[in-house]
């Protein structure tokens, strides 16, 4: 087990040296972050140097990159050849008077602090998580909060894709621009990013502050708290009267750092999700009962130990992102739906905005969107519960996550994306005999 990502990538076997790469042997297990995705690739492959990674390109018909297996889709499902770019990690160089840093694909998110640290760079936005892999992140359009900030996707400023045919592009605005814009959220199917230039900004601090505020009160001051803030996030609980609101802002305050408290959020989490799989008819009670648990709190420190929550309660999740005017409504609806039902789910609803952008397949194109997250405990079931909840957030033209769970097909997906064919048509160009896509993709991008 990797104890830093979650993910299991080798259950029994040990590791050998195969032509100098890292060979994990084809008895190896695979599974993402939930244990929900599971396959058993012939190869897992662990290239020491971006040589070793052309080579394997050159030598493997069917291939998926796997970043940090935190996924809740069968992206990186195979029973092929799966490679890890966990050793292609590091800091590359940095343009100071620009404010960006080119980082090797494979880095996690929270190395790199180590990196930006000492040259005054820090990530513009973050999600609420910092085990990713930099190119994993990247390829879903991982997101935060702020409805002037876009997803991580949109501040890559280049990178370089290693191609089917062996070659290493380089991508920006300027060289291979169509690519550029194609690549940057693709899902590891137009080839292996090997290097990404990301957009910074000078280290800064945040300030969060969590407190609970009744579900009236967002709806009504929602307009004027979404522009008052850096950062808004709100985690609502169908059978309560409050809702969890959660700030973030820039400041020059001393550092506060982050308590541990005991029972933790996420011991407490842990046991109200396992209270209600066994006594389902409890769930409303121990929603009801949040004020108890949840107190105002404020703390102070470096945008990277801010962004990051533990998250050690394990969860399945969906998320649509929906055109920023409906996100109150479509909120609601989604709310009701979940007391109605009374389906035993002890998880909130999470509430987030993102700014729109101009990648070709990230759900934000050209859209300024709302974010909205339906997780359910691990050891239960997550269909039931996300077949409720799915046919509301597309009603409101939601696109999904890359990353979590839905159920879209190509052609409810090719009228969501203005983009959708030009993209099919580059990834055709650059993979013809479909080296990078898995039966998964081949379904999605009906290839
Ligand atoms: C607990 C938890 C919290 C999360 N929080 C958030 C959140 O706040 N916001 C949000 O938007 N999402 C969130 N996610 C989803 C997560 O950010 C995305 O699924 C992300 O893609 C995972 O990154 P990864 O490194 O694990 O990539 P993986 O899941 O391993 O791979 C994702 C995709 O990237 C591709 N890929 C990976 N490396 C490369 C490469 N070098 N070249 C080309 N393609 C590559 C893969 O082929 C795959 O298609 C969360 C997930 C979990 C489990």
């Known amino acids: 087990m990797n104890q830093s990502t979650g993910q299991t990538i080798n259950q029994t076997e040990d590791q050998t040296t195969h032509h100098q790469i890292n060979e994990i042997k084809n008895t190896s297990k695979w599974n993402n972050w939930s244990g929900y995705q599971h396959s058993q690739p ?21 291939i998926r990159v796997v970043g940090a297996g935190h996924s809740f889709t069968p992206l990186v499902s195979t029973d092929a050849t799966l490679l890890s770019l966990d050793h292609i990690a590091g800091f590359v160089d940095s343009d100071q008077q620009r404010s960006q840093a080119s980082i090797w694909a494979g880095t996690r998110l929270f190395h790199l602090d180590q990196y930006l640290q000492p040259i005054n760079q820090a990530l513009i936005q973050q999600g609420d998580i910092d085990q990713q ?32 045919s062996g070659e290493i592009l380089r991508c920006n605005e300027y060289e291979n621009k169509d690519i550029f814009d194609a690549g940057r959220v693709s899902l590891g199917s137009l080839g292996v990013l090997t290097k990404i230039t990301m957009q910074n900004k000078p280290r ?39 809702l969890m609101l959660k700030t973030l802002d820039i400041t020059e305050e001393p550092i506060q750092p982050r308590k541990q408290s005991w029972p933790s959020e996420d011991m407490l989490l842990t046991m109200c999700c396992e209270l209600t799989r066994a006594f389902p008819t409890l769930n409303p ?7 108890v648990f949840v107190k105002p709190t404020t703390f102070v420190d470096w945008s990277s130990q801010i962004f990051p929550t533990p998250r050690n309660t394990k969860f399945n999740e969906m998320e649509y992102q929906i055109p920023a005017e409906h996100g109150i409504a ?35 194109y050209q859209r300024d969107s709302v974010s909205i997250s339906i997780h359910q405990f691990h050891k239960q079931e997550p269909r039931l519960l996300f077949d409720l909840v799915e046919p509301i957030l597309q009603k409101f033209q939601g696109r999904p996550h890359w990353g979590k769970m839905h159920t879209m097909n190509s052609s409810q997906l090719s009228a969501l994306y203005p983009k959708w064919m030009d993209f099919m048509q580059i990834r055709q160009q650059l993979d013809p005999a479909g080296k990078f896509l898995n039966p998964y993709l081949e379904l999605l991008f009906d290839q």
């Open 42 to 62: 012939e190869h897992i492959l662990k290239p020491q140097n971006i040589e070793q990674v052309q080579q394997i390109v050159q030598q493997h018909a069917k």
């Open 133 to 164: 892999s930099l190119a994993g992140a990247v390829s879903t359009g991982t997101h935060g909060t702020g409805i002037d900030l876009h997803c991580i996707s949109a501040y890559v400023e280049a990178f370089e894709l290693l191609t089917a």
């Open 204 to 242: 800064y601090k945040l300030k969060e502050h969590v407190e609970l505020v009744a579900v009236s009160d967002l709806v009504t001051n929602i307009e004027q708290w979404k522009k008052q803030h850096r950062h808004i996030e709100c985690f609502a609980f169908s059978h309560a009267e409050k």
């Open 285 to 291: 009670h121990l929603q009801k009962l949040l004020g």
């Open 330 to 364: 479509c909120l609601q609806e989604v709310l009701a739906a979940l007391k109605k039902s009374q389906y035993p789910t002890f998880f909130p609803v999470e509430f987030r905005f993102v700014k729109g952008d101009d990648i070709w397949l990230s759900p934000f």
